[in-house]
């Protein structure tokens, strides 16, 4: 939801002052020399000094461009070569802190490269790799904020640091490990609102942080803690938009929370309340998108709330309804995924669009209509999973396509023995959810019922060891069960900060 929350730029971080020092350059004055440095002036340095300090300076430029391009090729979607870029750069954090480990600015420096290295594995999928960098980032955020416990921007980045590995943490499914650190988060976010309750960036990191704790505790069954944390962060939200009625920005974390609270809403079950919230929520993100149609976030924002509207009709039995709200989402979807064809948060955005007007028109008995869209979401899994075998949320979302082309009659004994290898595989490989295991055994009586083959389990060819494990999970898609089928739709998240 909220725009990339990054650290502060290095250019605007206080350092910390050495008191220490201080003390003992005072006593040197007093008495006339410091190490070369007398009361009538400085000693120039050395010429080798002066040239090291001239080719730290260069690399640390040379460092700050590199990620200045991961940048953009991150915001693109090329995350390979973005992750290129960022592990040039913290090959040249690394040697800068190397030779000056007590230069707060480099090691600073190296923190926000295990960051930026982090946020693309984890978008990525590699959950374990990108956990190893954001603890790591996490390491010297805290080292540096103990150092000067009265460092503002610091104690933020500590939050941040803190708010990135509960992340992890939760696409992993490790609910409790995850919720001590953003509650870790919240209490320094709380203590920064405390010294300066006017200052409006450090609201809405606050807001931010209950949304966390909100979808943890959703995640947990804990319903209602859950709402309580999602109207706290509304609640701020709202505060920030009304203040600030020409602020895209918090216009947009407004319209997010809205979504969030309306799904819960519609948990607990009062459906007309949270197709009030959604709709609330729509019309700030069409607004949004008049004011600037090129603005591709802002296209996305209005596709999830139209996708979360059809489903609540969905619910209600009101296929019409939902199939013309769907529709809406997915003409976004596909000229979002057309726009960024590198972009595979976008395609994979564009394959639930179709799965979920599949789902909508087998309800309504219109089969090849359905399969056909089940086939182009199909396409779209098999390319991904192809782009990057390792990524266990595509691996998931390839077989749950084979099982929803199983059960609208698609040749049903291929697509069930290719559902059934394919979790298989996951098994083996430790990347298949402990929660899915139980549909490996569906999958198999419906085989047989469909008169194909029994699959034989997918075992690593010989000599080769089973690849290791990968975290599974992702921010975009909850997964619901009835009847032994699989369904899911948008769970609309705000994006990482």
């Known amino acids: 939801m909220f725009q ?30 410091l190490g070369g440095i007398t009361l009538g002036g400085v000693i120039p340095p050395t010429s080798a000094e002066a040239a090291r300090g001239d080719d730290n300076r260069q690399r640390r430029s040379t460092m700050l461009e590199l990620n200045r391009e991961g940048d953009r090729l991150r915001k693109a979607g090329n995350l390979r070569n973005a992750l290129e870029r960022y592990n040039r750069a913290l090959a040249i954090a690394r040697q800068l802190t190397n030779a000056d480990p007590n230069n707060n600015e480099w090691q600073r420096d190296l ?24 603890r790591e980032d996490l390491r010297i955020a805290a080292l540096l904020s103990s150092s000067d416990p009265g460092n503002k921007p610091w104690r933020r980045d500590l939050s941040i640091s803190y708010n990135k590995v509960g992340d992890i943490l939760r696409e992993q499914r490790k609910h409790g490990a995850a919720l001590q650190n953003y509650r870790k988060s919240l209490d320094i976010r709380k203590e920064l609102n405390a010294s300066d309750p006017n200052n409006q960036r450090w609201q809405r990191d606050l807001s931010l942080v209950y949304f966390k704790i909100g979808n943890v505790l959703l995640a947990q069954d804990d319903t209602a803690e859950a709402l309580r944390h999602f109207q706290f962060d509304l609640s701020i939200s709202r505060r920030l938009a009304k203040a600030n009625p020409g602020n895209n920005a918090r216009q947009r974390d407004f319209a997010v929370s809205l979504l969030k609270v309306g799904d819960v809403t519609r948990k607990e079950g009062d459906q007309a309340e949270a197709l009030r919230l959604y709709r609330e929520s729509l019309a700030i993100r069409e607004k949004l998108n008049r004011a600037k149609p090129d603005n591709l976030q802002w296209q996305r924002d209005v596709s999830l709330a139209h996708h979360k509207i059809g489903s609540l009709f969905l619910d209600q039995g009101n296929t019409l309804k939902a199939l013309t709200h769907f529709r809406t989402d997915l003409n976004i979807a596909k000229r979002l995924a057309t726009q960024q064809p590198q972009n595979t948060e976008r395609q994979r955005d564009l394959s639930i669009s179709h799965n979920t007007i599949g789902d909508t028109l087998i309800k309504r008995q219109e089969r090849a209509e359905a399969i056909s869209h089940y086939k182009k979401a199909l396409a779209i899994r098999v390319d991904l999973v192809a782009r990057n075998a390792n990524n266990a949320q595509w691996q998931r979302d390839r077989w749950l396509s084979y099982w929803k082309l199983a059960r609208a009659g698609d040749q049903p004994a291929r697509r069930w023995h290719q559902a059934l290898q394919a979790m298989r595989t996951m098994e083996q490989r430790g990347i298949l959810r402990s929660s899915d295991k139980r549909f490996i055994k569906i999958a198999e009586r419906e085989l047989a019922k469909a008169g194909g083959p029994p699959a034989a389990p997918a075992l690593p060819a010989a000599g080769q060891p089973a690849r290791p494990r990968v975290g599974a999970g992702a921010d975009n898609a909850v997964w619901a069960r009835g009847n032994n089928n699989l369904e899911y739709s948008y769970a609309g998240t705000r994006p990482p900060e």
């Open 111 to 134: 923190s926000v490269s295990h960051f930026k290295i982090g946020q693309v594995l984890r978008r990525q999928g590699k959950l374990s790799a990108a956990l190893t960098h954001f």
């Open 4 to 33: 990339s929350q990054q650290h502060l730029p290095v250019s605007n971080v206080h350092r910390p002052r050495r008191h220490g020092v201080h003390l003992i350059a005072a006593a040197m004055i007093a008495t006339g020399t």
